[in-house]
């Protein structure tokens, strides 16, 4: 007796038919599978035909071709922009008619199924540039800033974001069935909970960064400064930030564009399905934003100044980093077990893959659900435990003891730099995955009980306060404190 048939969404595995059709969730077409599970796509056996694979895409973006239709009326609007608003540089002006150019081509051909992937790669490529543009030929007129890098976010939002990821193999390795939560673990740390605090702050530190950037560009005459008086001024017009070759807030505000954009990419299993963008979204919130925050650390050494936004933006990236970092030990994870069983590294990296298990999510809330179970879910695998907040408390007092205490020389530049490297240790220790970061305190405390004796600028008051506080610091992060969550194979590493 021949085994039944039966229709299903390669994106919504939930919906099942007894006859083909399309999905009334998304539109696409169903895909035939034997009662046995095995999915048979279009002519159901052996590999699929080119034939087969254009069927496919202009299945799949069937639903989604809306966005080539507003990104050549985007393209239009770049074109149209320097001849409207008076952009007054001619690099703007070629750099908008051309980028507007472009995005209308390269959506127009995306119509076409067969040039799906080059058509909305390059409109993205042409939204990157957008971001750029006004900082490196530093746009004379807000209204050209606001539009590159406004329009641009949009072109990369409708060309790779909303209608998901160009290329078949991608798509292809996502609909396969898998886990969703990462083998051995307790939670799935790609979920939109936990993505959620990482999309909060990215869009407070791009709010912050901007308006940062309207006073280098000379948009405003004036800045805000609760505390330091001139200080934000004095930062931003400094030989340091002018020996960037365009205005490093504004590029800090392209990189929270980014982050922002990175953070709402992918479904809840992209540890396993896009390990390139978790790759990715890993080196540019964590070892770039490391680096802006020790750049803004050492302002008062540099400088001679704090700024109170500039620290309020690596406040915010400091925030993203624990947040991040457990999504990136899944994928590796994934990555070094796909390997094993014989998988190609490289095709794995780029279009993801699964794994031959399932298991379901039964944890994460759903929408709808209360605050109290919904808020707790976006910190998973981040624990804040008191000795770790004790210690970025003290390191906080180490960055201003200067000022409070008041003393200067090589003593106080120490203590700015060390407060402010025990506050970022303390911080990204309190990711699960990463506890043992805190050890690197510990070197930083055995620096404070001996830098009083073989630097210049303190006093008897002054040593006594690196002294007291170096062995404090040492003994609060001695201790691990609980983990809560599970890791798999990784438990044995957090030490």
């Known amino acids: 007796m021949a085994a039944p048939q039966v229709y299903t969404c390669p994106m919504h595995p939930e919906v099942k038919s007894d006859k083909p059709g399309n999905c009334p969730k998304c539109g696409m077409q169903l895909v035939k599978k034997n009662g046995d599970g095995a999915e048979h796509a279009m002519h159901g056996q052996g590999e699929m035909k080119s034939g087969d694979m254009t069927e496919m895409t202009r299945d799949m973006r069937r639903p989604w071709l809306w966005t080539n239709s507003l990104l050549i009326m985007l393209g239009l609007w770049l074109v149209s922009s320097p001849f409207t608003f008076g952009y007054l540089s001619p690099y703007m002006i070629w750099s908008d008619v051309i980028s507007g150019i472009l995005l209308a081509v390269f959506a127009a051909i995306a119509f076409l199924p067969q040039c799906d992937f080059a058509g909305r790669w390059g409109a993205c490529f042409v939204g990157v540039w957008l971001q750029f543009a006004p900082l490196i030929f530093w746009a004379p007129t807000s209204i050209a800033f606001v539009t590159d890098t406004l329009v641009g976010s949009l072109v ?207 944890r994460t809330p759903h929408y709808g659900a209360s605050l109290a179970k919904t808020l707790p879910a976006m910190a998973w695998g981040v624990r804040v435990p008191w000795n770790l907040l004790l210690s970025a408390a003290f390191g906080i007092w180490l960055m201003f003891s200067p000022y409070a205490l008041g003393f200067q020389g090589t003593l106080a530049d120490s203590d700015h730099l060390v407060g402010a490297l025990v506050v970022t240790f303390s911080v990204i220790a309190m990711a699960e995955v990463v506890r043992y970061i805190r050890f690197l305190n510990i070197l930083l405390g055995a620096w404070l009980v001996v830098a009083p004796f073989v630097l210049q600028g303190g006093k008897p008051g002054t040593m006594w306060n690196d002294i007291v506080i170096g062995l404090i610091i040492i003994t609060l992060n001695i201790r691990k404190g609980k983990i809560k969550e599970k890791y798999g194979t990784y438990d044995q590493s957090i030490i």
Not at 300 to 312: A, E, I, M, Q, Y
């Open 156 to 362: 990369i939002t409708f060309s790779v974001l909303v209608p998901m990821m160009p290329g078949m193999a991608h798509h292809m390795e996502m609909m396969k069935p898998g886990p969703e939560i990462p083998p051995g673990w307790s939670y799935n740390p790609s979920t939109w909970h936990q993505r959620a605090p990482m999309i909060i702050a990215a869009f407070l530190g791009w709010i912050i960064s901007r308006f940062l950037a309207a006073f280098q560009l000379g948009y405003i005459k004036d800045i805000w400064e609760p505390f330091f008086g001139r200080g934000t001024v004095a930062v931003l017009t400094s030989e340091v930030s002018k020996s960037w070759p365009i205005s490093d807030a504004g590029l800090g505000a392209t990189a929270y564009t980014f982050e922002l954009l990175m953070a709402w990419m992918g479904g809840v299993a992209r540890w396993r399905t896009m390990p390139w963008m978790v790759t990715f979204f890993f080196i540019l919130v964590v070892p770039l934003g490391v680096t802006s925050i020790v750049l803004v650390i050492l302002q008062p050494v540099s400088v001679g100044f704090w700024c109170t936004l500039c620290l309020l933006t690596a406040l915010i990236m400091l925030i993203m980093i624990p947040f991040t970092i457990d999504e990136v030990v899944a994928m590796i994870q994934f990555m070094k077990r796909s390997v094993r069983e014989g998988k190609s590294f490289w095709r794995t990296f780029w279009v993801g893959g699964t794994l031959d298990m399932e298991n379901k999510d039964e």
